[in-house]
C-alpha cells in the first residue's frame, strides 16, 4: 500500500483542514464526505462488501439518496470509536478494544463510501449537492 496513506496519517491531515479546535466526529465526516465523494472509486475497484453497500445506489429514486446522503454514523458508535481513538493515543488499547475499534472503523468506512457514493449519484443526476459539504 505504498500510494495509500495510513489511516491515522489520514485523519491527522483531515483534522488540520477542520481546524486544530478539539474535532467532533462530525466535522472530520463532513471533510471525508468532501474528499470521498470528489474520488468515489468504480464499483469494481472496490472490496466486495463495499461493492455490495454501494452497487444498489443507483437504483434509488432521488429522496433515497438524499436520505442515503445524509445518513451518519449511529451516535453511539461514533462516540466509542472517538474514545477509543483517543485512549489509543494516551495509553494504548487492550486487544479486545482494537479490535472494537477496526469494526468501528469499518462501519464508518462503509456509511461515509454510501455516503460519498450517494451524493456523487445526486450530482450526476442534477442535483445541487453542496448542502452535503462541510460549512466553515
Do not use: C, F
Not at 30 to 46: F, I, K, Q
Not at 49 to 58: F, G, I, R, V, Y
Not at 104 to 112: F, G, H, P, S, T
Request: charged letters at 30%; aromatic letters at 2%; glycine letters at 2%.
Amino acid at each position: 500500500m505504498s500510494d495509500r496513506i495510513e489511516k491515522d496519517e489520514l485523519i491527522e491531515r483531515i483534522s488540520r483542514r477542520t481546524g486544530n479546535s478539539p474535532k467532533t466526529v462530525e466535522k472530520v465526516e463532513a471533510e471525508l464526505l468532501e474528499v470521498v465523494a470528489s474520488a468515489v472509486p468504480v464499483a469494481d475497484e472496490l472490496p466486495a462488501e463495499l461493492n455490495e453497500a454501494t452497487s444498489p445506489l443507483a437504483l434509488l429514486d432521488d429522496e433515497a439518496l438524499w436520505r442515503a446522503a445524509r445518513s451518519h454514523l449511529p451516535a453511539e458508535a461514533a462516540v466509542q470509536m472517538e474514545n477509543l481513538h483517543l485512549k489509543r493515543q494516551r495509553e494504548g488499547l487492550t486487544e479486545a478494544e482494537a479490535q472494537t475499534l477496526a469494526g468501528l472503523v469499518r462501519q464508518y468506512e462503509r456509511a461515509m463510501l454510501v455516503r460519498a457514493q450517494a451524493a456523487a449519484l445526486l450530482k450526476q443526476r442534477g442535483h445541487d449537492v453542496s448542502e452535503l459539504a462541510p460549512r466553515a
